[in-house]
């Protein structure tokens, strides 16, 4: 009987793997939690309340300030006093001043990691932005990578990049971690060329490319999608089957994801 049943269990395991549509879909907060009271976008709140409602990920900005701190930050620039000032071009004393709505400051990358550390089983999408300076990135990827194999974090991380300098420096930084391209202008097969671990493209992109999604899946790759946030714009990407979706809304992809395709439902009924 206990062998009937472990045969029973690999045959539905087999099943669901190779099924078209039975493969499960992953939700990825996009600057964390942050529509939700007492939260932010790229807010250590943001990032405790994406892993309190259980999706895969919780996405996040990285900039490195002028004197080498690890910041976290989306927009190349913040606001302080009515002033804008560049990420890159400002002393992290100075950064450490600006506010966030829900009213935490600026947080620091060590801050967030050591955040992520208590999260019980939530990942962390890094994004590395694109500076002026190579030497700045160099500079942001070495750091980062440091503090999070200091923290024993890797399995708990994955990286994102508009800048394929930055797909490059991850590989040679850490090879066995997965990065993923975001500019949407490179098919599955260069980003497999470049040790791109998916493709990570607004879903624009997917709409005119749906064949990318299986090609990437044919060369073992990973696909996700930002930023997804209508209902109709949800279903279609769910339908395309891509690997994650990147949103601002997870409870309502979760939702959506719970739903049985119309479109499927159709096709099932012909």
Not at 65 to 84: F, M, R, Y
Not at 103 to 122: H, K, Q
Not at 230 to 238: A, D, W
Not at 241 to 259: A, C, G, M, S, Y
Request: aromatic share 8%; glycine share 6%.
């Amino acid at each position: 009987m206990k062998k009937r049943n472990t045969i029973l269990l690999l045959s539905v395991m087999m099943f669901m793997l190779f099924v078209p549509g039975i493969q499960s879909q992953e939700i990825i907060a996009h600057r964390g939690f942050w529509k939700t009271e007492g939260s932010a976008q790229n807010s250590i709140a943001a990032l405790m309340k994406a892993d309190s409602i259980g999706v895969y990920g919780s996405e996040v900005d990285f900039w490195i300030s002028s004197d080498g701190i690890p910041v976290v930050n989306h927009d190349a620039t913040v606001t302080l006093n009515s002033k804008p000032l560049r990420v890159e071009d400002t002393p992290f004393e100075t950064l450490r001043k600006v506010t966030l709505s829900n009213g935490e400051p600026l947080p620091t990358v060590e801050e967030y990691l050591n955040a992520l550390g208590t999260c019980s089983r939530i990942k962390l999408i890094i994004e590395f932005k694109s500076h002026r300076s190579k030497e700045h990135e160099a500079e942001l990827a070495r750091k980062v990578i440091d503090m999070v194999h200091q923290r024993g974090l890797q399995m708990k991380v994955e990286y994102i990049a508009f800048g394929i300098h930055f797909v490059q420096l991850v590989n040679q930084l850490d090879p066995q971690a997965a990065i993923y391209y975001l500019n949407g202008d490179m098919s599955p097969q260069v980003l497999s060329s470049v040790g791109a671990a998916g493709l990570d493209y607004h879903y624009d992109v997917l709409f005119r490319r749906p064949e990318w999604v299986q090609a990437a899946h044919e060369l073992g790759q990973k696909v996700n999608v930002w930023t997804v946030n209508q209902p109709e714009n949800i279903r279609k990407v769910i339908d395309l089957k891509v690997d994650f979706i990147t949103t601002n809304e997870p409870l309502l992809v979760r939702e959506l994801l719970k739903k049985p395709s119309p479109c499927r439902n159709n096709r099932n009924s012909q």
